[in-house]
C-alpha cells in the first residue's frame, strides 16, 4: 500500500455535538417489539406451524446489552418506533422551500464546532457532508447547510457508511494541505432511525440520531484555547457484504418494495465481529507507528462506537492491560452506534481534559469494508 506523509501544521481546532432531546431505552424498545413480535406469531400462527414462516423471536433488554453493550439511543422522533402498529419514526415530510431534517441536525452541530473553534461563516472556504445516509440524492445536504450559514465557496457530500466521519475529514486535510483552501467545515448528521427495521430481533436495538461536526484548518490560523494537530491520516477499504443496505432508486425499476426484505441494513454480525477486528487493530497499529508512537504510547483512543465486545477486544490488542474506559472511552451505551459520528462523539466529550502533548487516535470502521483513522496531538496554537 502507498504511503502519503501528511506535512504538519493542519488542526482540528473545534467540535460539536448536537444529540436529539428524545430517547428510547433497550427496555421501552423491547416492549414494542415484543408485542409486534407476539401478534405476528398470532396472526401467522398456521404457516408457522406448516413450516412456511419462521416465528419471530423475543428480544430482551438483557440481550441487547449482552451483545452490544446499548443500553439506550437518542432519537428524531419517538412517535412511531414504540408504536407496535407502526414499528418507525414518524417524520413528517418537509416542503422544498423548508430546510431539511438532515440539514437542520448538521448546522446545530455545525453551529456549535464554529463557536468553540472560534470561527465565523465567513472563515470557512468548503462543507463536506459525510453521513451512513442521505435524506435525499440532490440538491447535496453540504450545500444546504452552506446556504444557511452563509459560507461563500463550495460543498458536497459523501457516504462511505461508518467511516463516512473520518473519511470526510481526511478529505479536509487534503483540501487544506493542498492549499486550494484554508478551513473547511465538516458536517456528519447521522439520521440513522429511518434505516432500522424495528421488526428484526438482531438489528432492531443497533442505531440512534445524532450530529457531529468538525472545523479543520491551518494551525497558524487557529484561534481557539486548544487545538488538535493533525499528525497523520489513513484510509482504507475492502469489499465485503457482511453489512449491507440494498436501499435505492434502482428498485423502482425491479418493481419490488424499495422497503421490502433485505432492503434496510442487515448484517452478519458474527463475521464482522471476526474480520473487522483484526483488520481495525493492525490498521490503527501500523498508523500509530507511521507517525513515530507506539500503540501503548498514546494517551487516548476515540474509536468507532459500534460494539462494546469489539471495542474491547481491538483496545486490548493495542493497550493490554491498560486497556479501559479513560484510554478508550464508550458511549454508546447511552448514543447507542451512531454509525460514523460515533467516534467523534467519544472525541468531543472526552478530549477536553487531555494535557498540551497528549496524543491520540479518531478510528472508525464499519460496511465497505471501510477504516479511516487520524492521529492527533493537542496543542495550544
Sequence with gaps: MSEYKLPRGIAISGTGLWTPPEAISNEELVEAYNTWAERYNREHAGQIE???????????AEFIEKASGIKSRYVVSREGILDPERMRPYIPERADDELSLQA???????RLALEKANKKPQDIDAVIVGASYL????PAIAIEIQDALGIDGFAFDMEVACSSATFSMQRAVDSVASGSVGAVLVVNP???????DYTDRDSHFIFG???VASVIERRETCSADTA???????????FSSNIRSNFGYTSRAADVDPFGEGKLFR????????????MAAAHIEEHVRETGNEPAELRRYWLHQANLNMNNLIAKRLLGDDAGGDRAPVV??????TASAGSVIAFNLHSDDLQPGDRGVICSFGAGYSIGSLVVEKIRP
Design 135 to 138: 435524506q435525499r440524492a440532490y
Design 209 to 211: 440520531d445524532v450530529a
Design 190 to 196: 447521522e439520521l440513522a432511525s429511518p434505516q432500522v
Design 50 to 60: 406448516a413450516g412456511e414462516l419462521a416465528a419471530k423471536p423475543q428480544s430482551s
Design 104 to 110: 437542520e441536525m448538521g448546522l446545530k452541530a455545525a
Design 228 to 238: 488538535w494537530e493533525i499528525l497523520g491520516t489513513r484510509a482504507k477499504t475492502v
Design 267 to 278: 448484517q452478519n454480525g458474527r463475521k464482522v465481529f471476526k474480520e473487522v477486528c483484526p
Design 332 to 337: 454508546l451505551d447511552r448514543y447507542a452506534n
